[in-house]
């Protein structure tokens, strides 16, 4: 599986992927923002990605920003990978929002 997360939720927000290109990779607009090097989902790549992209992620407010994540069947995540990635948006003051398939908004 792989994970799509709309930041901002429900307000307009920007998209990541986090597909499994052999390892965690975070993709905007089929573009590689940040490789996260590692076999699978580690804690701590929601915070490299808030880094990374920090001029967009100063405008969203932490402890009430909703995180929406999208679950695709495809790709190389596992369930370990998502729970990581669950526990991660939490310790960031983001709320995740679970959602099976394609995005509806």
């Known amino acids: 599986m792989h994970f799509s997360l709309q930041f901002g939720y429900p307000a307009p927000s920007r998209t990541y992927d986090l597909q499994y ?3 965690p990779v975070w993709v905007k607009e089929e ?5 996260l090097k590692s076999a699978y989902y580690e804690l701590g790549g929601v915070e490299k990605l808030l880094k990374k992209e ?3 992620f100063n405008n969203i ?3 009430n920003g909703a995180v929406k994540i999208i679950i695709h069947e495809y790709g190389h995540g596992e369930a370990k990978c998502l ?3 669950i526990l991660d948006l939490i310790e960031n003051d983001l709320i995740p ?3 099976f398939g394609q995005s509806e908004n």
């Open 31 to 35: 573009k590689e923002v940040l490789n």
């Open 54 to 56: 920090e001029a967009y």
């Open 61 to 63: 407010q932490r402890g």
């Open 97 to 99: 929002i679970i959602q």
């Open 21 to 23: 290109i052999s390892g």
């Open 83 to 85: 729970a990581l990635l």
